[in-house]
């Protein structure tokens, strides 16, 4: 069934609707936190690719979820004067890196669990 639409109206709509929601308030805290991800991730002494894109993912999810309670929390430091733009993105970047640096102690404390119960276990 034709709509009547063009390939290229189709294009433009949908370009269109990615440049909304990427300007919107979700996009720019996906995007602060994928950078804080990033930055994150390019501070470890091994860049590899695959964990790279998984702590941009990390740092999107963690700044739209975590994002709203860091930027309450800023809020009411007095030591912290910032315009609400700058507040936000600050608040989701900075989220963006603690989810990734939370996530990692996470998963060394895991880690480190699973190799004493295998240690014991063994001897």
Not at 63 to 92: C, K, V, W
Not at 107 to 112: D, E, G, K, R
Request: hydrophobic letters at 45%; charged letters at 15%; glycine letters at 14%.
């Amino acid at each position: 069934m034709d709509n009547g639409n063009s390939l290229f109206d189709t294009i433009l709509i949908s370009g269109s609707a990615l440049a909304g929601w990427l300007f919107g308030e979700t996009g720019r805290a996906m995007t602060a936190g994928a950078a804080g991800g990033l930055i994150r991730h390019l501070m470890d002494e091994k860049f590899h690719l695959v964990r790279g894109l998984l702590a941009v993912l990390t740092g999107s999810i963690c700044a739209t979820y975590f994002g709203p309670a860091a930027i309450r929390f800023m809020e009411q430091n007095p030591f912290y004067p910032i315009d609400s733009a700058g507040l936000e993105g600050s608040a989701y970047f900075a989220v963006g890196i603690l989810g990734m640096s939370s996530g990692k102690f996470v998963l060394a404390v895991f880690n480190a669990t699973l190799r004493r119960v295998d240690s014991r276990k063994e001897g």
